[in-house]
């Protein structure tokens, strides 16, 4: 009981104490680990048991008021203001206090208001604000705000505003806002206004307004209120209110409200379907329906449009209101068809194929050529 009392005494003299030495400015860390104090009083012995202050390293339960310059807690450590900078500190088990800071942690980070990472961690991670780190997030990751890693995040990310890394993001990614990440975003990623990328973006992509992959692909289920945007490519089911925009091919299952446009030397294959145009100057392959006009340089399948359809080569079949090739090989059907070198069928009010006889160069209903 006596040492009972003497270790509540010394809690209480070593808080006091801590209280009037600290800066407790929530915002005004010191750099400089010169001034950290090695005051604390344990009940134990050889850095085992409980422990009240600034112990470097210690095994089990742990009090502090500010944490500085700390090297090794395992247990349960918990701090009662925002810590000075611990670069070099191990935590492994559990982190509590108002913005606990770390540079390595392994276990459950609880902060009010953030938790802060020098290095990487593996871990629960939870910030009332935010969880920060200057490394990677490997884990669950929940930010009231925000889930920010300057390298990579790994495992469950959940920010109310936003999931922002430097690095790459794999796992479900999810921001009120948005999801960004330089290095690229895999698995199940949410935003709720838009999905960035500086390389790629993989998996289930749901962007509330637009999902942009900036240098790199878009792959697997693509969806946006707006637009698509995939400088690298977009292949899989790519689904936009507005627009579907590649700076390469486009393959798979294209549905957008008004365009499906991708690059000049590349394409766009599969099922492609919007109100507005498919454009493309290398080719259009499949089965593909425009509201207003489908263009390309090389047209192949099954292809229609309210408006027209025009292309260089046509290899298949074309139903539009107008028709126009270079060269046709197969069926067009409209109100209009024209082809300069017609290999086929011609079905509409007025045909024209610049190939036929004089005579049978204009022709109502049908036209052919063999």
């Not at 540079?103 to 938790?115: E, T, Y």
């Not at 919007?274 to 489908?294: D, H, M, P, S």
Request: proline share 1%.
């Amino acid at each position: 009981m006596n040492k009972l009392l003497l270790f509540v005494f010394f809690t209480i003299c070593i808080f006091s104490a801590e209280i009037n030495a600290q800066d407790f400015s929530i915002w005004g860390k010191s750099d400089s680990l010169e001034k950290c104090s090695d005051w604390h009083f344990d009940l134990g012995e050889n850095h085992n048991g409980i422990s009240i202050g600034n112990s470097k390293t210690f095994n089990g339960l742990r009090f502090n008021t500010v944490d500085c310059g700390i090297e090794r807690i395992n247990g349960i450590n918990v701090t009662f203001w925002t810590p000075k900078r611990n670069p070099n500190s191990i935590l492994n088990g559990i982190a509590l206090g108002i913005a606990p800071e770390a540079g390595n942690l392994n276990g459950i980070g609880l902060g009010l208001a953030a938790l802060v990472l020098e290095k990487n961690s593996h871990a629960f991670s939870f910030g009332g604000l935010a969880v920060v780190s200057q490394g990677s997030l490997n884990g669950m990751q929940l930010g009231t705000l925000a889930v920010v890693a300057q390298k990579d995040l790994n495992g469950i990310n959940i920010g109310g505003l936003a999931v922002v890394t430097k690095g790459v993001s794999k796992g479900i990614n999810f921001g009120g806002l948005a999801a960004v990440a330089n290095g690229g975003i895999s698995g199940l990623n949410i935003g709720g206004l838009a999905l960035v990328s500086q390389s790629y973006i993989k998996g289930i992509n749901i962007g509330g307004l637009a999902n942009v992959a900036s240098t790199g692909k878009m792959e697997g289920i693509n969806l946006s209120g707006l637009a698509l945007v995939g400088n690298g490519g977009i292949s899989g089911i790519s689904l936009s209110g507005l627009a579907l925009v590649s700076g390469k091919s486009i393959n798979g299952i294209n549905i957008s409200g008004l365009a499906v446009v991708s690059g000049r030397e590349n394409g766009i294959a599969g099922i492609s379907c919007t109100l507005g145009v498919i454009e493309n100057e290398g080719y259009v392959r499949g089965i593909n329906f425009a509201g207003y006009k489908l263009k390309t340089n090389n047209l192949y399948g099954l292809n229609s449009s309210i408006v027209m359809c025009l292309a260089e080569n046509m290899n298949g079949i074309s139903i539009a209101g107008y028709n126009q090739f270079d060269n046709q090989y197969g069926i067009s059907i409209g109100l209009l068809n024209f082809s300069d070198n017609l290999k086929g069928i011609q079905i509409g009010l007025l045909n024209f194929a610049g190939n036929n006889s004089s005579i049978f160069k204009f022709m109502p209903i049908i036209n052919f050529h063999y």
